[in-house]
Structure formats: structure tokens, C-alpha cells
């Protein structure tokens, strides 16, 4: 897959969530290992959340990120741009606040949020940069952002097993469960090309962000990147 495969337009990337929407919750889980429940309870941690505090999940998918934050007591509102995800989340999540809209014109005013957070979207997204400063835009004077997103294992043998799951085994995985394997040769790829954790804590200090820190999850399969609202 080429650089230009990876880099998808928004309409792309919506349609292609489209076509996985209806098992992506199931296909998460066990191409995961059942790996991602943990994933979604340490970022809600990370996100230190009072009841009563306002909280965006920016690519929420199906909301199913969006119903852990809940659980806190914070109101969580999930938004995304792909009307499939959306509806397959309506279906099984139907008290979960979903809405459709694009993670560059996001439809809130200046300092709505006490934090704001996105798991595995950031990735997907054509200008990285561009979508955590519209993040910060979005997130009141020392609120607080979560990024978890996948990352690359620090031990080298560990990592050298991963890269090889996931070229090889995980695409040969997704044909047997998704409706739309094509969508996970990008993951694969797209997780391949990812800055690592020091790389991305920049892109995230230099989008309005500060006192920027990561915890790795999973051996770094998964990094939680923290920071604080400038
Ligand atoms: C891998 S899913 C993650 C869903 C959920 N957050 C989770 O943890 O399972 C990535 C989501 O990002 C959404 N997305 C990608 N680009 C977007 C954009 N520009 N604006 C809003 N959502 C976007 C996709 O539609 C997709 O639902």
C-alpha cells in the first residue's frame, strides 16, 4: 500500500468505516485479544473525570469509547463522521449522545469541554495537527486531552512478533470476521506508518497543548498520550 493509500480524504475514510461498521465492535474485540476493554478503561482514567464534567470523544465510532466515559459520571458526547458507525452505535448504544460532524469544524463553541479525548482516530485523520489544535479550540483553559492510539512496542523481540501479527496475521484475521477486510490491510499499514511516542508528543506540543506525557499499554501496542490545554 502506497503513501497516498494511507493518506485517505475525510469522505474516504467515512466510507470505509461505513463498510466495517456493523461487526466493528466484535472485530475489535478479537482481533484485540479483548485487549481494548482495558485500553478504554485506563484512557477513561487517564482523563481524570468528575461527574458533571463535560467530555468530547472525537471519532467515536460506534461509541463505544464514548459509553466507558460515561461510566464516570462525566456527560460524554461522542462525534463522528461516518454515518454508519453512528447507526450501528445508535443500535446497540441507544443513551449514548452521538453526533455527526467532522473532527476540523467540530460544532462546539470556543472552551465548551473540561476534556476532550480521542481513541484510534487521530491516525485516520489527513492533518493531525489540524485536528488536536481544533481539539484544543474546543477544551476550556487547562482542560485536559487524551489521545489513545496504537503504537510501537519497545522490546525489540516483542516488537518484531507484533509487526509480524499484524502484516501477516491480522489482515488473514479481519477476512475471516469483518465485512470489509480491505479496511484492515489499512489498519495494518496505517499503525506501521504512525509516529512513535516521542514523535507524536511533539505533534501534540505543537498543537496547543502542553505538559504532554505518555504511559504505554500492552508493551506500547497502545500509547495514552496526556496533555493539558494551554
Ligand atoms: C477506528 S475508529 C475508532 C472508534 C472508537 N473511538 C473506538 O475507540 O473504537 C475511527 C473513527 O474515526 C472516525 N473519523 C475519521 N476521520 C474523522 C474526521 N475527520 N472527523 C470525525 N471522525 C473521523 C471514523 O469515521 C471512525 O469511526
Redesign the pocket.
Known sequence: MSRAQLDKQ?HE??AM?DGVASK??LT?TVLSFGQ?RGW?RATRSALGLRPGDRVL??????G???EELARSGAYAV?????LG?LLAGRRVRPDVPLLA????RLPFADATFDAVT????LR???DTGA?LRELARVTRPGGRLVV?EFSHPTNRAFRTAYLSYLMRSLPAVARAVSSNPDAYVYLAESIRAWPDQAGLSARIMESGWEKVAWRNLTGGVVALHRAVRV
Open positions: 475525510p475514510v467515512a468505516f466493528y465492535d475489535n481494548d478504554r470523544d472525537l471519532g467515536a465510532g460506534t463505544v469509547s464514548t461522542g462525534l463522528d463522521l461516518s458507525m460532524g467532522d473532527a476540523l480521542i481513541s484510534f482516530a485516520n485523520m489527513v485536528a489513545c
